[in-house]
C-alpha cells in the first residue's frame, strides 16, 4: 500500500493483498488446522531450539499449521491493523509491518505476553486499569519481578533499580479518567536507562494517538474497545516498533503466542476486521461527542454556562476529568484530533452515584468502552481502587445533544424520586 493513503482508505484496503477468493466481504475462516502442501520441497520445517526465526515460518503470509500459530483471520486483521497502527514507518524489502502486530485473546493476554517477552526484573507503573496490575501480581508471584511508581523520581527510580532490560508501561490516555500523560517525557526517561517503553493506548486509538511517534517501543491495546467497537469481542494487541530489535522481538513474541495459547478466535478474528473498517468513524464521532458533553458538564460547574440546567448538573456532579481539560501544551500535538471518549464524573455522595445510571435511557449501566452505544458505570463495582462517588463514563456515536438530553432528565428524575 502506498504510505500515503489516509487511514480511512487503508482500514477498508490494506487487507485486501490477504484476499485470494472473488469474495468483497472477507470469508470467516473456522479450521484449526491445514493441509499441508503437496510439493515435498516446499514443505518447511519448524524451527530447531536454536534456530533463527523468520517472517516465513512466523509472519502473516507463513505457511498454515495449526490455528493457535497462526490463522488467515487473525493474520488478516494483523494486517490491516498494521497498516493504522504504524502510520510513521513504511515496510522495506526486509520488514513486513504485519509481522509487527500480534493479537491475542484478549487485552489482558496481551499485556501477559508483554511481560513474557520483556521478562523486566523493575516494572514502573501507576494507576491506570486495575486489571493490568492483576496481571502484574501473578508476574510478582511468579519471579518476583517488582514495581515502581511510574511518577517517582529518578532517584527513587535508581533506589528500585530499574535499568536496562526492564519495563517503564504507561497508560495514556488513563482508565477511568480519560487524562492524558507525555508519552516523550517517559520514553526519554526510561530509554535513558536503558529501560523499554509500552504505552497501552487503549483510550488512543489510531485516530487519536500514535505512541511511536514519541519514542514508545511496544504499543498495547485492548482491541476489545475501539478496534471491535460493538461491545461484542475481545481482542488485545501488541504492536513492536519496527527496526532490528523490535522485528525480532515481534518474531518471538509470536512464536510464544503458540504456547502461551492465547489467541484470538476465530469469528473474533473475522469481527475484528469487519469492525476496523468503520474505526475511523466510530472514533472520530465518538471523540466529538465526549469533547462536547465533557465541555458542557464543565461549564455548568464552573458556571460558564449558567440557567436551570447548569444548577441542576452543578448540585449533583462534583467534578469532571478529561485530557480536554488539561492545559499541558504536549497535548495538542500527541492528541490533534481530540480527547479519548470516556471521562469520568464525580456525583456528591455514594447513593446518587449509584442511582443516577438507573435514571438514564440512552446510556446502558455496564462496564467496558469503546463500543457504538454510550455507557455509564458505578466505577466500584468493577474497580475497588476508586472512590464510590465516581462514574466513569463511555460515549458511543449517538447524537451528543440527545445524550445531554438524557443526562439532563436523569438528573431531574433523581430529585423527584
Ligand atoms: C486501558 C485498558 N487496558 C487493558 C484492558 C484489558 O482489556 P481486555 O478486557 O480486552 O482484556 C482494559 C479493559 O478495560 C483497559 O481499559
Not at 519514542?215 to 485492548?222: L, R
Not at 525480532?248 to 473498517?277: D, H, Q, Y
Request: proline share 6%; hydrophobic share 40%.
Amino acid at each position: 500500500m502506498p504510505p500515503s493513503y489516509q487511514p480511512a482508505t487503508l482500514a477498508i484496503h490494506a487487507d485486501d493483498v490477504c484476499s485470494n477468493t472473488t469474495d468483497v466481504a472477507p470469508p470467516i475462516h473456522l479450521s484449526t488446522t491445514y493441509r499441508y502442501p503437496s510439493d515435498p520441497l516446499q514443505l518447511i520445517p519448524s524451527p530447531e531450539a536454536d534456530e533463527e526465526l523468520t517472517p516465513e515460518v512466523l509472519g502473516t503470509d507463513a505457511p498454515l499449521v495449526y490455528s493457535r500459530l497462526a490463522a488467515p483471520n487473525a493474520s488478516r486483521l494483523e494486517t490491516a491493523l498494521a497498516s493504522l497502527l504504524f502510520p510513521s514507518f513504511t515496510a522495506t524489502s526486509t520488514t513486513k509491518l504485519s509481522t509487527n502486530v500480534v493479537v491475542y485473546a484478549s487485552g489482558l493476554a496481551a499485556f501477559h505476553a508483554l511481560l513474557v517477552s520483556v521478562v523486566p526484573k523493575v516494572i514502573a507503573v501507576s494507576g491506570g486499569y486495575h486489571g493490568c496490575h492483576g496481571v502484574i501480581s501473578l508476574h510478582k508471584k511468579m519471579h518476583g519481578v517488582k514495581t515502581v511508581d511510574l511518577h517517582a523520581s529518578e532517584e527513587e527510580w535508581d533506589k528500585a533499580g530499574l535499568g536496562k532490560g526492564d519495563l517503564v508501561h504507561l497508560e495514556t490516555p488513563l482508565n477511568p479518567t480519560g487524562e492524558s500523560y507525555e508519552i516523550e517525557k517517559y520514553a526519554k526517561r526510561a530509554h535513558a536507562r536503558g529501560a523499554l517503553l509500552s504505552v497501552d493506548s487503549t483510550f488512543g486509538p489510531p485516530q487519536l494517538q500514535d505512541p511511536f511517534a514519541w519514542g514508545a517501543d511496544i504499543v498495547m491495546h485492548s482491541g476489545t474497545k475501539y478496534v471491535g467497537g460493538h461491545s461484542d469481542m475481545l481482542c488485545g494487541i501488541l504492536a513492536v516498533k519496527p527496526g532490528v530489535e523490535g522485528d525480532k522481538r515481534a518474531l518471538e513474541m509470536r512464536l510464544e503466542r503458540l504456547f502461551l495459547g492465547g489467541v484470538m478466535g476465530n469469528l473474533e478474528g473475522w469481527l475484528g476486521i469487519r469492525s476496523l473498517r468503520t474505526m475511523e468513524l466510530r472514533v472520530k464521532r465518538q471523540s466529538k461527542n465526549a469533547d462536547n458533553l465533557v465541555a458542557w458538564l464543565d461549564g455548568c460547574i464552573r458556571g460558564s454556562i449558567t440557567g436551570e440546567e447548569a444548577d441542576l448538573v452543578k448540585h449533583h456532579v462534583v467534578k469532571v476529568t478529561h485530557s480536554s481539560l488539561q492545559k499541558d501544551s504536549y497535548l495538542a500535538q500527541q492528541m490533534p484530533n481530540g480527547g479519548p471518549a470516556v471521562f469520568a464524573i464525580w456525583l456528591a455522595d455514594s447513593t446518587a452515584a449509584r442511582s443516577l445510571p438507573s435514571k438514564l435511557k440512552l446510556f446502558h449501566h455496564a462496564t467496558s468502552l469503546g463500543g457504538v452505544e454510550s455507557l455509564i458505570e458505578w466505577r466500584r463495582m468493577s474497580d475497588n481502587t476508586v472512590e464510590d462517588t465516581m462514574l466513569r463514563v463511555s460515549i458511543g456515536i449517538e447524537d451528543w445533544n440527545d445524550l445531554r438530553f438524557d443526562f439532563i432528565e436523569g438528573l431531574k428524575a433523581m430529585d423527584t424520586k
